[in-house]
């Protein structure tokens, strides 16, 4: 019912920048849209929370991505971005997007999440 596409990862040296984006689609049925979250989860580790950014704008960061990635959202759009700066390598990772979301009609919240992009960071 609710798609995800996630685009805008790939290689990128360090100190390089990357802007992924993240959309929903084939929406049948009127939704809210409440926080919108980036993740990521490299080689053997878990998958850590790297941003959020509530309806209202409010975000919150990764101890480690802060002042170098800005998470954006477009309401009109149904769309997330992370505009990732000053990568370093330990930013390699896949990077999976993630909306919480209420049906209209149904009393309780759901998640749904993008298939991940991969985004390695290397000389």
């Known amino acids: 019912q609710v798609q995800l596409v996630e685009s805008g990862g790939g290689l990128v040296q360090p100190g390089g920048s990357l802007r992924l984006s993240c959309a929903a689609s084939?929406?049948?049925?009127?939704?809210?849209?409440?926080?919108m979250n980036w993740y990521r989860q490299a080689p053997g580790k878990l998958r850590d929370l790297v941003a959020s950014?509530?309806?209202?704008?409010?975000?919150n960061y990764l101890d480690s991505v802060k002042g170098r990635f800005t998470i954006s959202r477009d309401n009109g759009k149904s769309t997330v971005y992370l505009q990732m700066n000053s990568l370093k390598p330990e930013d390699t990772a896949v990077y999976y997007c993630?909306?919480?979301?209420?049906?209209?009609?149904?009393?309780?919240?759901?998640?749904?999440w993008g298939q991940g992009t991969q985004v390695t960071v290397s000389s």
């Open positions: 993630n909306f919480v979301v209420r049906v209209n009609g149904e009393g309780f919240l759901r998640n749904f």
């Open positions: 084939e929406i049948k049925s009127p939704i809210s849209i409440y926080d």
């Open positions: 950014i509530m309806t209202n704008g409010n975000t």
